[in-house]
């Protein structure tokens, strides 16, 4: 088993910035652009869905991707027609939890603070990883294997009855796909995070990640006045996950986090990545 310091060394990144034409962006586009070729035609919030497998962890937690979401039924303007939601089930067959951000935020603080005195360079391997989330450095390109496709029909009292449905045939694009090894060192300390394995939380996050990339791209560029999404989206969701991260290593003050909700996120800056990560990240 590789040690946690050899875990650091494999983590090492430099501060990335998200430009026009940064990778970072060029990724966020190519995911974003593989949603909206999914088969949306016909299907309805609430009446009509489709489901998506997309990644299967080690202990057997499938996670989908299910769409439309519940923002693209909205009739005024902020209805986002690309909107979707991670729909997790575990190796037994059971549903999970419809988890948000605002979950997401709680489960994180509740399972450092368990750690904090115990395993605290483990929090900034964690906090490490979760950056390297935000900038897509993990992602690699690749067409998942056959896959089943489900359409979901909700009957006449409101129950959804499944049904397979033909493979979406739109290409490859950008899988989460962390390192191995420090998943398996991290989980040792975070065996389980929000009902879900450590790996299993992390894609979680991942998919919820994508999907801000993929509703926000529709209001703010294309009926906004932005050239670009930005830090709009994954970005500032997963850096506010880092800054609570940094609340726990007393690297952030709570008025500093709870300031940063008044714009929306509350997203690490710079010089505070670099604490909190214990400079993993420089």
């Known amino acids: 088993m590789a040690s946690l310091a050899d875990i650091r060394l494999v983590l ?19 995911n974003i652009t593989w949603v909206r070729r999914l088969p949306w035609a016909g299907l309805t ?48 067959g059971t549903q999970g939890k419809d988890l948000g951000f605002n979950d997401i935020f709680g489960s994180v603080f509740d399972a450092l603070m368990a750690a904090k005195n115990t395993s605290p360079d483990h929090i900034r391997v964690l906090a490490a990883l979760t950056y ?31 049904e397979p ?16 090894t ?33 509703k926000y791209y529709y209001s703010k560029v294309e009926h906004g006045k932005k050239a670009t999404i930005g830090r709009t989206g994954r970005l500032n969701t997963l850096l506010t996950v880092v800054r609570v991260m940094g609340l726990v290593t007393g690297d952030v003050h709570l008025g500093e986090l709870l300031g940063g909700f008044s714009y929306g996120t509350s997203a690490a800056k710079s010089d505070e990545v670099v604490r909190i990560t214990g400079g993993i990240v420089h």
Not at 61 to 88: H, M, T, W
Not at 184 to 209: M, T
């Open 182 to 214: 420090a998943i398996s060192v991290l989980a040792e300390v975070f065996p389980s995070i929000a009902g879900l394995s450590l790996e299993g939380f992390l894609r979680y996050c991942d998919l919820l990640a994508w999907n801000e990339d993929s």
């Open 165 to 180: 449905a033909a493979e979406p045939d739109n290409g490859e694009f950008y899988v989460y796909s962390p390192d191995e």
């Open 132 to 162: 390297r989330m935000a900038f897509m450095l993990d992602h690699v390109l690749k067409a998942l294997p056959p896959r089943p496709s489900v359409e979901l029909k909700a009957d006449s009292h409101g129950h959804w009855q499944s």
């Open 45 to 92: 919030y609430g009446a009509r869905a489709r489901c998506e497998l997309v990644a299967t962890t080690p202990t057997g937690e499938r996670l989908y991707i299910q769409y439309p979401g519940k923002e693209s039924a909205r009739a005024d303007e902020g209805c986002r027609p690309f909107d979707f939601y991670p729909l997790v089930v575990s190796s037994q």
């Open 12 to 30: 090492q990144s430099e501060m990335h910035r998200c430009t026009r034409t940064s990778p970072t962006q060029s990724k966020r586009m190519h």
